[in-house]
């Protein structure tokens, strides 16, 4: 398969520092794909390779399976938004949208229907003659998201753009950026360390850790199936306990907790053999508590330390036999929601196929 765009085993680096490293993807036409990872993990390095402000130490950048290494930023064809704010303060709204029709020479009659079509695009018809400082910062980033739309850019590149905004205004204009994929068919890389956002607008979402892509897949497919402990902390909330392989079957194995309890059929990630420390992870919302050890699935004793009331939810903080402690999410639906106090003795219960392990490297 030829993809449209193809990041081919790109390594960037910077003196000792390696910014990237085999770098891995491709993407289809149309499709939304966001890197997300902590600060430093090489998101931006990768981007400002595509966008061409930066040359990578090794690999390629491929369009429709031709090189794009050789030409220069502006003749790629790559529409891009900052995180900060980079409007030209001294030109109007139209005339910062009309910037790189200029540029491209376009001329007068259609640059002015493009900028009315852009202005209409990001929803700030009327705004052609204002200055930027007199708009809101969701308003200047809708800006830049015009400007960076105006000539039709096959691809998209986005580096955080929504970071400087609070959270009201940012879920609004994530709203907006999902609407306008969809009516542009553009192909959009979108960078951000926020796991909400990526869950929220990508088709699929690229795991960055240390320069490297950990996992690619679509949000559902990250959460349910996390191939490293990295992701599996990364996407969703998670909470951890130690134990023993106790024995291994096909993918799955079996643990032994601390107490002498064995679970099998936990989904194993990465090797792991009988008698090696792994970490085994649940998700808090499907552990579920119960004043009796009933019922199927996995059970261990615990006793509650804390409980924080979070409206359609309870978070009970919860502490093994042994001392380890984990969260379990109530719904307020639950019966025991709004009825658990600290220090009270407990069952937590899963079912094992809903947990991952990850033998202990
Ligand atoms: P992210 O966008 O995921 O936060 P970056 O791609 O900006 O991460 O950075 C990856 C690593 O490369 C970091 O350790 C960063 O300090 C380093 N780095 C990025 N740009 C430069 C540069 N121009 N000079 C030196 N080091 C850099
Ligand atoms: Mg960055």
Not at 254 to 266: C, K, Q, S, Y
Request: charge should be neutral; glycine fraction near 10%.
């Amino acid at each position: 398969m030829t993809a449209y765009l193809h990041i081919n085993g790109l390594r960037k680096t910077f003196g000792e520092v390696v910014a990237a490293e085999h770098v891995e993807l491709k993407i289809a036409q149309g499709e939304f794909m966001t890197f997300l990872g902590p600060s430093g993990s090489g998101k931006s390095t990768t981007l400002y390779i595509l966008a061409g402000f930066q040359d990578p130490t090794a690999g390629d950048i491929l369009l429709n399976g031709r090189s794009i290494l050789a030409m220069p930023s502006n003749k790629r064809n790559i529409g891009m938004v900052f995180q900060r704010y980079t409007l030209f303060p001294h030109l109007s709204v139209g005339e910062n949208i009309a910037f790189p029709l200029r540029v491209r020479r376009m001329a007068e009659d259609e640059i002015r229907k493009k900028v009315a079509r852009a202005l209409e695009l990001v929803r700030l018809t009327g705004f052609e003659d204002r200055m930027p400082a007199k708009m809101s910062g969701g308003q200047q980033q809708r800006v830049a998201l015009a400007r960076a739309l105006v000539y039709d850019p096959p691809v998209l590149l986005m580096d955080e753009p929504l970071s400087a905004l609070d959270k009201k205004l940012r879920e609004e204009i994530q709203h907006e950026i999902r609407r306008i994929h969809q009516e542009t068919g553009v192909t959009v890389l979108y960078v951000t360390h926020d796991q909400e956002e990526a869950l929220r607008l990508s088709d699929r979402i690229a795991i960055f850790n240390k320069g490297r892509i950990e996992q690619v897949g679509t949000g559902p497919e990250l959460y349910a199936n996390p191939a490293t402990r990295f992701v599996a902390d990364f996407i969703g909330d998670s909470t951890f306990l130690a134990a023993e392989i106790a024995g291994r079957s096909g993918e799955t194995v079996a643990l032994r907790f601390p107490n002498g309890t064995e679970v099998a059929g936990i989904p194993l990630h990465g090797a792991g053999q009988s008698g090696t420390a792994a970490e085994v992870m649940l998700r808090p919302e499907r552990i579920d508590l119960s004043a009796e050890a009933v019922g199927h699935g996995a059970t261990l004793p615990v006793t509650v330390r804390d409980t924080t009331f979070l409206g359609n939810n309870i978070t009970v903080d919860v502490e093994t036999g042994w001392g380890e402690g984990l969260s379990v999410r109530l719904d307020f639906r639950h019966p025991l929601a709004g009825r658990v106090t600290r220090g009270d003795h407990l069952y937590m219960r899963w079912q094992p196929e809903t947990a991952q392990a990850f033998a202990k490297a």
